[in-house]
Each structure stands twice: as C-alpha cells, then as structure tokens.
C-alpha cells in the first residue's frame, strides 16, 4: 500500500500562485509515476500533471502548459504542484496519484489522496 497526504490547498487571487504538496509513504518503490488530478464541483475527475519518479519525464494536461509545473523531491518522496497565474476555473478539489507507468488516464493510479480545496478568486 502507499499512502498519499496532500497539502497547500487554499484561497488564492486569479494571477497569484500556490504551491501544492504531495507526501509518499509506504510501498512508494511499487510506483514509477506520481501525478494530479482535479475534480470541481458537478465535473469529472480529470488529469493535471504527472512525473515519472527519475524526474526525467513530465507529463501535462494542455489547460495548464505554461503555467503549472510539477516536480519532485525523492529524498523526501514529495511531488509538487506549482500553480502560477492561476485562473477562477481552476478552482476544484486536487488529488494526489500514484500509479506504476506515466499516463494520463484515471482508471490506471492505483492510489490516491484524500484531496485539498484550491479557490481561484477573480
């Protein structure tokens, strides 16, 4: 099992930034991939960003190129989501999510956090 604690969530202005964190625990050697997701209100579950666990691979959903970045810190089995520029429709609950290859597809992360609130205001 790998447990995911998501942190950083919170009220921030349209243009602003936020950094969210994600810590792992665990069976974290189970997994190559850590990725977000976003789910708002009435909306499916859908995928943010992900990093393979080497760091060398990054993966982005286009609503967010050029104004996310998604990194790592393997010493601290960390992910994180900076959020520059962020916009109201950004606005939704964000999941931390561990799977065993790089996608973008929901159905293939085994593990997930419990989620933090992000608000964009205008």
């Known amino acids: 099992q790998v447990q995911l604690v998501e942190s950083g969530g919170g009220l921030v202005q349209a243009g602003g930034s936020l950094r969210l964190s994600c810590t792992a625990s665990g069976r974290t050697f189970s997994t190559d991939t850590m990725g977000w997701f976003r789910q708002a209100p009435g909306k499916e579950r859908e995928f943010v960003a992900a990093?393979?666990?080497?760091?060398?691979?990054?993966y982005y959903a286009n609503f967010v190129k050029g104004r996310f970045t998604i990194s790592n810190d393997n010493a601290k089995n960390t992910v994180y989501l900076q959020m520059n520029s962020p916009k109201p429709e950004d606005t939704a609950v964000y999941y931390c999510?561990?799977?065993?290859?790089?996608?973008?597809?929901?159905?293939?992360?085994?593990?997930w956090g419990q989620g933090t609130q992000v608000t964009v205001s205008s």
């Open positions: 990093i393979r666990r080497s760091g060398l691979g990054t």
């Open positions: 999510a561990a799977a065993r290859f790089i996608s973008s597809d929901v159905r293939l992360y085994d593990y």
